[in-house]
């Protein structure tokens, strides 16, 4: 159990923890915190929640991923990549289902943990991540440009192109959002180049603020759409009815294989960064425990922020103790400036969640992933138009489904069954073969996409054989329809009188054949582990057969 769940935080404290880690982790957490303070509220907003959700969430959720996950430097919160997936939640199923479908995704990715699906998710193509997240990307800012630009639209339409039917339909510029707006672009991409060690989100939330408020300029802000904030947090329950409860597996489970996805790459960016190594299965089964507790508290669902984790090694980070500071200087930040947060005009949350958009789009990597084969092509562009003009959950479902159907028609195709010529050098160390035995190999799994195409061709096989000698070295595994098949083939062998002897049989193949019993069909004294051995079992059965063969 210690390699399932083993947190990072035990590790370090049982290691030994100085005070001079602690004042490297103590700067990195409070750098952290001003970095998460306006993109939690920037998301929250965007998402159609309340600003204080987002802080809640960067402090709940952040305190326990640092306490109990599986990464020196991971930084649990609310993130651009759930704003489509929350916003079309809030929409259909209200704060309720938010919350509900939050606590659901906390029990999967509980599950993945316990069932160690942490390496395979790992392994998820990158087209289909690619194509979602700029997805994402763009729907985010489609979504902004109203607030960008001070249009006159109360509410946009749920889908992609009306949307934009609505936003030229109302094109009337505001040009005080819309300087706000390049100003605060401008801000936070520039200021983190000249002030390092600050945030450029930070600098451009408190300087574009300040400058409206003592203007006293036109322009809408976070009060005028949320309201006052609450400064404190309380206990909340979700009214759950039982019978209802199956239409919130859909979109808790996009939910937590978002979560999956990007917490363990946030993960392993930071171990590219540190030469570190974080435990997968406990990371997933922290972000678990963070949406389910989290949302009992007023949050919305979390996961580790790769841009924040990144930021927090690069401040000097060296355990998880960064990550609880960072939690309470937010805490810190809600109880103490609540009311300053209302005065954030809105075209200023636009600003900085357009920055978060590009970063997020991968525009680079989408480019040079469309000159790609035509396998990556395709699972790109779906995932990207999916989410872009029908829904993220969507996207995902299908986009997984179609991945792994063309992985399983690539690997139908590398996986083959070939005679091999007697007189190749692969004799050279035996005696001719008697007349009536013939050798194939198998390449490649011998699994359900290629199992037919292993069938038909044994069962065309014709000729005078009389032993038929199946070289598998290159099989590493057998699945059930392999198993079947397989049984087959062999009934039919049978009846033309024909033995068949393996060789080269792996270890793994070997227990499965046994285990299924197929090992018995075939005679486990004619499964050899060499082709030498082989070669002697096919001799011996052929003197077997002379007897009854016709002279």
Known sequence: MNTLFKPKLYVVLKQGYTRQ??????????????????LAIAFAVASGVSPEKGLITAIVAGLIISLIGGSRFQIGGPTGVFIVVIYGIVQKYGLNGLMISTILAGFMLIGFGLLRLGVIIKFIPNPLVVGFMSGIALVIVTTQVKYALGLPIYQLPDDFIGKWISIFSNFQINFFDLIITI???????????????????????ILVTVAVTLLKLPVQTIHAVSGDIPNSISLQIPHLQWES?????????TIAIICAIESLLSAVVADGMTSGHHRSNTELIAQGVANIVTPFFGGIPAMGAIERTAKNVKNGARTPVAGIVHALILLSLLLLFDKWVTLVPMSCIAGLLMVVAYNMSEWRTFISGLKGSKYDVLVLLTAFLLTVFVDLTIAIEVGMVFSAMLFMQRMSKLSNIESVDIDSDILENYSALPKGVDIYEIIGPFFFGAAQSYKETLQGITGNS????LRMRYVPFIDTTGIQNFKEVIRDFRIHKVTIILSGVRPDVRETLVSCGLADVIGRELICENFGEAVRKATEELEKKKPFSLR
Not at 183 to 205: D, E, H, M, N, P
Not at 466 to 469: A, M
């Open 466 to 469: 009389k032993v038929l000698i």
């Open 183 to 205: 100003g605060t672009i401008l801000i936070a991409v520039f200021s983190s180049k000249l002030i390092r060690k600050i945030s450029g989100s930070f600098v451009a939330l």
């Open 21 to 38: 880690l602690f004042n490297k982790d103590l700067f990195a957490g409070i750098m952290v915190g001003l970095v998460t303070l306006p």
């Open 245 to 253: 409860l199956r239409e919130y597996i859909q979109p808790a489970f």
